[in-house]
């Protein structure tokens, strides 16, 4: 069951690039690592999933290093409109329980002027 | 296209009272999930439908908990006998397939608030 740990908030500015951590020590072969963002009062919303390496899409980067024990979320020029919760999702492509569905309480991000 | 929708949005109920909380997911989705979301806290996984597969029902707290989902379409998650406990944002998010890694689409939820 892969658990995973971010920390709770991180306060940035506006134009500045955040990078958000998540630890998953004991991710298995078959697991993926999927980030959501979440604004206040709606659903989450997917962002960016990976299996290893880097992964690049129009709203951000995802870094996985070789081990895949840990992820960053690169976020690049934030703006007021990027303040939010973001979640890091570890969870696997096969069969059986889906309990390991686990969001955990995300990063709260606030971005300032 | 449409997206997730839920209803009700707001439900206020006294406790002991039984709520039902509807789901409808992107058409075509196979699968389906309800979480919840208490106040500050992370989503709770709480059950997942995949196709006409047997439910996946190890998040359920409580056998007060249980859903349906008819025609491999919309949902129903029925709280009986509710507790104050209960309050929370119940989310309903669908998946195109039948990966968990699949992105899920969320709705925007129904906050349930139990006096």
């Known amino acids: 069951l892969a658990k995973t740990t971010q920390p709770i908030s991180m306060d940035s500015y506006e134009g500045q690039e955040v990078n958000i951590t998540c630890s998953h020590n004991n991710i298995a072969t078959n697991d993926y690592i999927t980030w959501y963002q979440q604004f206040p009062s709606q659903g989450p919303r997917f962002i960016i999933q990976g299996y290893k390496t880097k992964v690049t899409n129009e709203v951000a980067s995802l870094f996985i290093p070789a081990d895949r024990k840990s992820s960053t979320l690169s976020l690049p020029r934030v703006s007021l409109s990027d303040t939010a919760v973001y979640y890091c999702?570890?969870?696997?492509?096969?069969?059986?329980?889906?309990?390991?569905?686990?969001f955990g309480k995300g990063t709260k991000l606030s971005v300032k002027p | 296209g449409a997206g997730v929708s839920q209803s009700p949005s707001n439900k206020v109920t006294e406790k002991g009272k039984d709520v039902e909380l509807r789901c409808d997911p992107i058409?075509?989705?196979?699968?389906l999930y309800w979480y919840r979301q208490s106040l500050g806290q992370g989503l709770e996984f709480l059950i997942y439908f995949q196709g006409n597969s047997a439910p996946d029902k190890s998040g359920l707290p409580s056998d007060r908990f249980s859903a349906e989902r008819t025609g491999g379409s919309v949902s129903t998650l029925t709280i009986q006998r509710t507790q104050q406990e209960d309050s929370a944002v119940y989310l309903c998010?669908?998946?195109?397939?039948?990966?968990?890694?699949?992105?899920?689409?969320f709705g925007p939820g129904t906050r349930l608030t139990v006096l």
């Open positions: 998010a669908s998946s195109p397939s039948r990966g968990a890694w699949d992105t899920q689409y």
């Open positions: 058409s075509g989705h196979t699968a």
């Open positions: 999702l570890v969870c696997s492509n096969y069969g059986g329980s889906q309990g390991n569905l686990i």
